[in-house]
């Protein structure tokens, strides 16, 4: 499948999105994002005036050491009870389909900078007065969106399943191995984020990590699309549970509205809702391709 999308619908905001939203508020990038008819969620807390909020920093202090003291003990705990069922699947990828047990792949996550941001007060000479650094290489002004990290999952597909480049999943997708289905709709194959979350680049409850193949054409698509990046990215979410997988423009949009919805009221006790019905959808099997 391409990474391009069809045309958006005209923006009423700035072409990037993302200074706009932050200028003022997220309000009209919600709204925006929300145009098209959303699932209701009555069960999220809202906290009230909360459009303030435009990434991790904007929580509540207690918020932010509640939230990584819960993913720490929760993910860890986890890790210990499931770990004979994370070994019983590793030992059957290995026995069903060529290639590694886990697979890894560069996401984006947290993002707390902004294009062009400046931090250095004053650029000093250097000693000798000679300029070591090669012209216009200067990495802080190269923006990647967000601090990349490497994610782990068990290996759902054959192991040749991009040797034509990076693809979005769809349904019925024939990379898909007959382990790799089931893995996918009960949630087994992203078990091993639980050590993503141990380690501080993903929390339980957050936006989906996106990979940086494709994040350059979503936010170009989606004004907006680069705020759900102000919070460390989830291994699941609202906009998981909702909206499940996304693989066009339309679905990515309404994962924006839902995200930013989190954003806004993204407390411990929302983070405890949505743990439990993700347990649901778990054993559902739905929003799994």
Not at 30 to 43: F, K, M, N, Q, T
Not at 220 to 225: A, K, T, V, W
Not at 262 to 272: A, E
Request: with cysteine; net charge positive.
């Amino acid at each position: 499948m391409s990474t391009e999308f069809p045309p958006a619908p005209p923006v009423p905001l700035a072409s990037s999105g993302l200074d706009a939203a932050r200028s003022q508020t997220l309000g009209d990038v919600y709204d925006y994002a929300a145009d098209e008819h959303l699932a209701p969620v009555p069960w999220l807390t809202q906290l009230g005036d909360q459009e303030s909020r435009i990434n991790l920093h904007s929580l509540e202090p207690v918020t932010r050491v509640m939230k990584r003291a819960a993913d720490v003990a929760i993910a860890t705990t986890m890790l210990i009870l499931l770990s004979p069922v994370m070994l019983l699947t590793a030992i059957l990828v290995k026995l069903t389909s060529p290639g590694p047990v886990i697979f890894h792949q560069t996401r984006v996550g947290l993002n707390l900078r902004r294009p062009g941001a400046e931090r250095r007060v004053e650029v000093l000479p250097p000693p000798d007065g000679e300029e070591r650094r090669v012209p216009d290489s200067d990495r802080r002004k190269e923006f990647t969106y967000g601090r990349h990290f490497t994610l782990y999952k068990f290996r759902s597909m054959r192991n040749d399943a991009e040797k034509n480049g990076a693809q979005f999943a769809v349904k019925g997708d024939a990379r898909v191995t007959p382990l790799g289905r089931f893995m996918r709709k009960t949630r087994l194959d992203e078990l091993p984020q639980l050590w993503n979350v141990i380690c501080g680049d993903m929390s339980l409850v957050g936006p989906r990590p996106e990979r940086p193949e494709f994040i350059k054409n979503l936010s170009d698509e989606i004004p907006g699309y680069l705020d759900r990046l102000g919070l460390k990215p989830g291994l699941t979410g609202g906009a998981q549970i909702v909206n499940g997988y996304d693989n066009n423009i339309e679905s990515f949009r309404r994962k924006v509205a839902f995200d930013l919805m989190y954003l806004r009221n993204c407390c411990l006790w929302n983070d405890m809702k949505i743990l439990f019905r993700t347990i649901r959808v778990v054993l559902s099997g739905s929003g799994a391709l």
